[in-house]
Nanobody, 123 residues
Framework: QLQLDESGGGLVQPGGSLRLSCAHS????????IGWFRQAPGKEREGVSC????????TDADFAKGRFTISRDNAKNTVYLQMNSLKPEDTAVYYC????????????????WGKGTLVTVSS
């Protein structure tokens, strides 16, 4: 059974950093795309960063470039999202998701989702 469990959210001041973790089980990243998405209050869900299983490339949303970094630790079955220089507009529920499309562009609406972790950026 495929499982995704996010952790690491919380309250952080503008300009601060957080690292989100996604512990996954029931699938191999060799054959499954994985990524981070977010949904802010009153807004649609949007892609943040992902890793393609087809060639290992990463894709970042424009707002994430230069501030957020996705990475993975295969030994720990965990994917991370390091978020730096956080802004109030980054406030959202962040979701880890997995998909079987094996697309090089991996910020698509994936099939499997975690429950999310709340990130609040406020002074």
């Amino acid at each position: 059974q495929l499982q995704l469990d996010e952790s690491g959210g919380g309250l952080v001041q503008p300009g601060g950093s957080l690292r989100l973790s996604c512990a996954h089980s029931g699938f191999s990243l060799h054959y499954t795309d994985i990524g981070w998405f977010r949904q802010a209050p009153g807004k649609e869900r949007e892609g943040v960063s992902c890793i393609s299983s087809s060639d290992g490339t990463t894709t970042d949303a424009d707002f994430a470039k230069g501030r957020f970094t996705i990475s993975r630790d295969n030994a720990k079955n965990t994917v991370y999202l390091q978020m730096n220089s956080l802004k109030p507009e980054d406030t959202a529920v962040y979701y880890c998701a997995a998909g079987r499309r094996r697309s090089r562009y991996c910020l698509y609406d994936m099939e499997y989702w975690g429950k999310g972790t709340l990130v609040t950026v406020s002074s």
